[in-house]
């Protein structure tokens, strides 16, 4: 029997493991075990479930997500993407075996504060309220119609102004694949993203930072809506994606639609509703 490869946020794991949610646990038992699904695992979930001053919590963490994905690894890495067997734990040591001393995505977060996004969608004359009552289809040609109407000052021989959401994807990433092409030499041949989710991350930012579903102040200064990214980004070779964060979901089924990827974005509640239908 074939099985669709369904991608388990940090928090489903968590809710899960930690008795919060058994109902859940059981209905994802019985679809691993009677079908139709499995549950790969990523670095980028083992980062988030464990905590290197924990090490009985993790171990039990850990043989849950072997558990679960039945050792099915999502790898993302620089010369690697793809799915494979490997084990939670061999991944859980690798990615602790640097640590760079500073909290990256928050960093890179704050570098624009949520003040300065506030403001930017004031300008663009974008209401988050409105826009989270939308369709992801009306509100995407919403955000592209207030871009393309913007009433820019255009300087003689400057570029064009960006009149969507993709021309804006398109000039920021040629402008960091210039600042970053010499990025990981000597490490071996870059694994490259196809096309159609090359610049997803970005994407998934930039609903943020236009008001779709976007994160209240105190997860914004986390940088958490980059790690949600990144997750969006691994989610997009799944078959669907589920967590019990809205904001991340409806965020990545818009990203989804907008580039054409056929991968489906559950909450919690709405994939328990799905498995009970599907396993009744």
């Excluded at 640097?98 to 209401?127: P, W």
């Excluded at 993709?166 to 196809?194: N, P, Q, W, Y």
């Amino acid at each position: 029997m074939e099985r669709s490869v369904i991608y388990l946020d940090s928090n489903v794991v968590i809710d899960t493991i930690e008795g919060r949610d058994n109902e859940l646990m059981a209905l994802l038992l019985r679809s691993l075990y009677v079908g139709p699904y499995c549950y790969p695992f990523s670095a980028e979930l083992i980062g988030e479930v464990t905590d290197l001053e924990r090490e009985e919590r993790n171990q039990a963490r850990l043989m849950y997500i072997g558990d679960l994905s039945k050792r099915v690894y999502f790898e993302n890495s620089f010369t690697s993407i793809g799915f494979k067997y490997e084990n939670p734990e061999e991944v859980f040591k690798t990615i602790n075996d640097v640590d760079v001393g500073i909290d990256v995505n928050k960093t890179f977060a704050n570098m624009i504060s949520f003040e300065q996004i506030s403001e930017l969608r004031t300008e663009y004359n974008l209401d988050p309220s409105l826009l989270n009552n939308m369709t992801p289809k009306d509100a995407l040609a919403c955000i592209d119609s207030k871009i393309e109407n913007y009433p820019y000052e255009v300087k003689v021989g400057a570029p064009s102004p960006p009149k969507s959401l993709r021309d804006m994807i398109t000039t920021v990433s040629a402008i960091c694949e210039e600042s970053f092409k010499d990025v990981g030499k000597g490490l071996g041949e870059k694994a490259e993203h196809d096309p159609s989710r090359k610049d997803l991350v970005m994407f998934f930012s930039l609903l943020d930072s236009f008001g779709y579903w976007s994160d209240p102040k105190k997860k914004y200064e986390k940088g958490s809506r980059l790690v949600d990214a990144q997750h969006a980004l691994v989610g997009s070779y799944f078959n669907a994606i589920v967590s019990r964060d809205s904001h991340y979901v409806r965020k990545a089924e818009a990203a989804y639609e907008y580039m054409g990827i056929g991968t489906k974005a559950y909450t919690t509640s709405e994939f328990k509703q799905h498995l009970q239908t599907l396993l009744s």
